[in-house]
């Protein structure tokens, strides 16, 4: 059953309760104050399956659920499902694709700390018209070939509004975090917590060493124009003050230098202010952003979740009695391509623990290092060094994988759009891309221009060529973390999703876990059976020419200790 919730007011709230028609069946009207209850009563009834709860905004409405002890089973977020069918190629037919912007369109405003029924006043969004015109769009989807599609859309939609869940309860729950460990950690790698304002101890004599070895006086390394001029007037050949390129001088201050610049970045990134700002209660609480880049990986709106440095990983800490369970997916892109093309070469590779290693076993290439390099060059475009050299070897190898993403980097170069597995599509390309393309093919085009348009051209097909891969790993990752999530609700007592076993932090193909220690082992199980599953989910019943998405799994008390 779907229940679709609407804020009439900012103090009230309907629930409409629809059949299979999408007709209402019955409306409740409550008090704001009063969902919570509600949801709960609904979620917990005996003997009745949990309806799917519709809303305009996953981020919006499940967090005051969650502080109030209340989580639910299933949801449609309606703003996430709005975006991939406004762009997917398998609706691009539909007036639901071509109709113009609407308040459905605009970005959200909020954060999920806002108040609960702000976002609907005075946009007055519609949801419970929103959910036909989605639910009559994914019918009326339609394939290349003009065959029905609904069913990997409807999957796709499925799983980014689980994944909406699961980073409103990532947020709620937050990784658990030993503050005096990360100081400990700081104080470690750059010095005392200095006074305000002033650098720490081992980083100002760092910064003291590279001013000796350039002999240029008083330089400011953190500001790119002054260190660029010191560098000049030291005599070394620098164009900008990159670290791959400055590794690329033979000078005194360069090792210093690059040595600076990596504690400087850890100070700004991950220092005390930040672990002061992000960190409370032994907790680091990111907010994720679903879909937050084009290929449906996620993003994070502030405190770095997405990119936290090996450095600090020693201060994620489990609470005593508790342990965290890492799973890492191995090779996710290559086995996510063998699985897509259906070439049976690749997937016997992909059958291995260790892909790259099944790549060597088959003869494809010598070495692991060849095999890594050659699937990094067929899904990113790479023709250069070893990338390069080893792709004429991959595609002899595996043909119909390389036929795949090669078909993608040419429809790009066109400028038209492709497609993921369950049918995310990729934008097109801007105005200025499109204006040099038509200037280059003109009459009296120059050779600049023409160059110009074809290594725009290419670029933008490297970007095709790698979407189709990363977007579909990005939906396999979704599905792994919603089927884990039923699977771990199982195991929690109660509507608190902390209370037992629940996922505590999420990167493109990890996950971590933290739960009763006495339950690691069987979480790790999970874990592995849920990475299967979600194999079988996108791509079918497993045969002997299936692809195995395998993970590694460690039972760690702190993070630094997984890799």
């Not at 008083?218 to 560098?231: Q, R």
Request: aromatic share 6%; net charge negative.
């Amino acid at each position: 059953m779907l229940s679709v919730v609407v804020a009439t007011t900012t103090d009230q709230v309907s629930v409409h309760d629809l059949d299979d028609d999408d007709s209402v069946l019955t409306t409740t009207d409550l008090d704001a104050g009063d969902l919570p209850d509600f949801v709960r009563e609904r979620e917990q009834a005996p003997g009745a399956p949990a309806p799917r709860w519709v809303w305009s905004d996953t981020a919006t409405w499940y967090p005051p659920l969650l502080a109030a002890g209340v989580t639910v089973a299933r949801c449609w977020d309606l703003r996430l499902c709005h975006a991939i069918l406004r762009a997917s190629a398998l609706t691009a037919h539909t007036s639901f694709a071509s109709a113009g912007a609407s308040a459905w369109d605009q970005p959200r405003v909020q954060t999920a700390t806002d108040r609960l029924f702000d976002l609907d006043p005075p946009v007055r969004l519609d949801p419970l018209e929103e959910l036909r015109r989605q639910r009559r769009t994914v019918a009326a989807a339609l394939a290349d070939d003009g065959r029905p599609a609904s069913g990997r859309l409807s999957l796709l939609l499925a799983a980014e509004s689980a994944g909406s869940l699961v980073a409103a309860e990532m947020t709620h729950a937050g990784v658990p975090w030993d503050a005096i460990e990360h100081d400990r950690i700081l104080t470690a790698l750059l010095g005392r917590r200095p006074v305000s304002g002033y650098r720490p101890e081992l980083l100002e004599a760092k910064l003291a060493q590279v001013r000796s070895a350039l002999g240029v006086g008083d330089v400011n390394p953190d500001s790119p124009a002054e260190l660029l001029k010191a560098l000049r007037l030291a005599g070394l050949p620098a164009t900008s003050t990159r670290s791959w390129e400055l590794r690329e001088i033979d000078h005194p201050a360069i090792p210093p230098l690059l040595e600076y610049k990596k504690m400087s970045r850890l100070m700004t990134a991950n220092g005390w202010h930040w672990l002061d700002t992000w960190v409370a209660g032994g907790r680091f609480r990111p907010v994720y952003v679903p879909g937050g880049v084009v290929t449906g990986r996620w993003a994070s709106d502030g405190g770095g979740a997405l990119q936290l440095p090996h450095q600090v990983r020693g201060a994620v800490r489990a609470d005593p009695g508790w342990t965290l369970v890492v799973a890492d997916a191995a090779q996710l892109e290559p086995r996510i391509l063998a699985a897509m093309s259906g070439d049976r070469a690749m997937a016997r590779a992909g059958q291995a623990t260790d892909m790259y290693e099944g790549m060597v076993a088959t003869g494809a290439v010598e070495t692991r290092q060849q095999a890594k390099y050659g699937m990094l060059g067929a899904m990113y475009g790479g023709t250069q060094g070893e990338s390069g050299r080893m792709l004429p070897r991959m595609t002899k190898a595996y043909p119909q994988a390389l036929a795949l993403v090669e078909h993608a980097a040419r429809a790009g170069e066109r400028g038209e759009v492709v497609s993921t597995w369950l049918g995310r599509s990729s934008p097109r390309p801007g105005q200025d891309w499109r204006l040099a393309q038509g200037e280059a093919s003109g009459e009296g085009a120059t050779g600049v221009e023409q160059d110009r348009a074809r290594a725009q051209a290419r670029g933008w097909g490297r970007f095709t060529r790698n979407f189709i891969v990363q977007g579909t790993a990005a939906e396999w990752a979704l599905c792994w973390m919603a089927l884990l999530r039923l699977r771990l609700r199982d195991l929690t007592p109660g509507g608190d999703v902390t209370a037992g076993p629940h996922l505590a932090f999420f990167l493109h193909d990890e996950v971590m876990v933290h739960t009763p220690a006495h339950l690691a082992e069987e979480v790790a199980d999970i874990v592995r059976e849920c990475a299967s599953e979600a194999g079988r989910l996108l791509f079918g019943a497993a045969d002997e020419a299936s692809v195995e998405f395998q993970v590694s799994v460690a039972v760690v008390v702190s993070y630094a200790e997984a890799k």
